[in-house]
């Protein structure tokens, strides 16, 4: 058996981020009223520091601790980054948004602290057990914060509805996870049943050491389910679009961005890193591979996720809601990545996905106004001129999830299509094109409302906060950045992949 091998540096970002969490909830109950000030800087000053903890322990030899079921390897740090950048551009669009909501301050950011934690150990599991935790902790913090605005019956409506379903798809995720643990417990060949991914690896990879083969299909089928749930895949999606429009409009861009970026985090390691192209006997006599098994269902549900996504987003009148659909469609690209075994075009995908869609929220919070009281298509009609800077900065973010050239978008997609392509799956590829260009539609229908419709009565340019300005500005950067100059990080992921190479090798 592997020994504990403790290590608390190797668990030093969630170690942060759960530690500010605490203390903003201690100084919000000894204060009578603790300043958004006050809790957003702590929770951005920590979120920097759990940065630079992630620095600290980039492009060292991959090592496990704590019996195996944490990993220090380039993909942890690499989606770790990304989550740590959608928690520090939540915080500043939600700086002034939880003073206009009156709502309670400490609890919100310390609320948004725990989910990072869980999102952090999702990345960092070599185990299904850890993973399961990881994922619990994100998912009772976002429950509560979908429902945030207590006296708003959409937003309670959204935490219920999140919470049922939610609580059904961890129960696929579990079952999944016991039929793999009882699948790789042969007692002739290991004496020691494990959920260490390493040791299911080796275990599948190996002729003899299955219990059973049907058995590990059962568990890798509900594994999909319970994944496909977060990521919201079809036909497991239908919650999402009622949950994003009821949900406070920076909790939507959490969710869509931060949890379902955790979600293939996972989905990626277990899958791709685990999973990959390993045999096993279905039946006497049938030879086949879990990976070819697992990979006519992804192609199936990437398909279902981005065709459903697009359509059914062409006739929505609400933003949000478009953006749901919008969200699920690009759940459908990433799954392509997933389908081609390749999680760096799946991380670049999400890192892109991650700046575009916080930085078009945030613009939607501040047209939307308090209690979310403007956010049907129509309320956007001839705003472009009223408020030049926020509509140009609102028609870039969805230029770049339509997938112009020279933004992260576009870039994005022709990352995940080309590893399809070069995998083989032509039809798949030619699909997702044209999924795209559908999308251009419902994307379009926005900037020209804001631009070439007649004005809407009433509307008034908001003022804009310095955090707020902040966080678009951050967006709008490292959309182009990752548009124009994407190199520098493309090569950090190719290292990364190698590395992982070298590791499985």
Known sequence: MESLRINYHAILPETIT??????????????????????????????????????????????????????????????????LIVTFLTVLISLRWVEDESLPTGEYFALLMFATTGMLFMSAANDLVMIFLGLEITSISTYVLCGYRR??????????????????????????????????????????????????????????????????????????VGFGFKIASAPFHVWSPDVYEGAPTPVTAFLSTGSKAAAFSSFSRVFILTFAAMPFALSTGAAHTLQSAVTDALVVMAILTMTIGNLVAIVQSNIKRMLAYSSIAHAGYALIGIVAGDWRAVAFYLLSYVLINIGAFGVIELIARRGDKRVEITDYAGIGFQSLGLSSALSLFLLS?????????????????????????????????????????????????????????????????????????????????????????????????????????
């Open 18 to 83: 759960a530690s500010v969490a605490v203390l903003i909830m201690m100084i919000d109950a000894m204060a009578r009223k603790i300043e958004r000030r006050v809790a957003g800087t702590v929770s951005l000053l920590g979120l920097i520091a759990a940065a630079v903890a992630v620095a600290s322990l980039w492009g060292r030899p991959v090592e496990t601790y704590f019996k195996g079921m944490i990993i220090t390897d380039d993909f942890r740090l690499f989606f770790a980054m990304i989550f």
């Open 151 to 224: 006296r708003d019956l959409r937003s309670n409506e959204s935490a219920m509805k999140y919470f049922i379903l939610g609580s059904f798809s961890t129960a696929f995720l579990l079952y999944g996870i016991a039929f793999v643990y009882g699948a790789t417990f042969n007692p002739a060949a290991n004496p020691v049943a494990t959920t260490n991914l390493q040791l299911i690896r080796e275990r599948i990879a190996a002729p003899g050491q299955l219990f059973s083969g049907p058995m590990l299909l059962a568990g890798a089928a509900m594994m999909i």
């Open 401 to 505: 999830l339509a997938g112009i050239p020279l933004t992260g978008g576009f870039v994005a997609k022709l990352l995940v299509f080309k590893s399809a392509w070069a995998g083989g799956f032509h039809v798949l590829v030619v699909i997702a094109v044209i999924n795209s260009a559908i999308s251009w539609y419902y994307y379009l229908r926005v900037i020209v409302a804001m631009f070439f419709a007649e004005a809407a009565t009433g509307f008034k340019a908001p003022a804009v906060a310095r955090s707020m300005a902040a966080a678009i500005v951050l967006a709008l950067l490292g959309t182009l950045y990752l548009g124009i100059l994407p190199g520098r990080v493309l090569d950090t992921l190719e290292s990364a992949r190698d590395q992982m190479t070298q590791t499985r090798k």
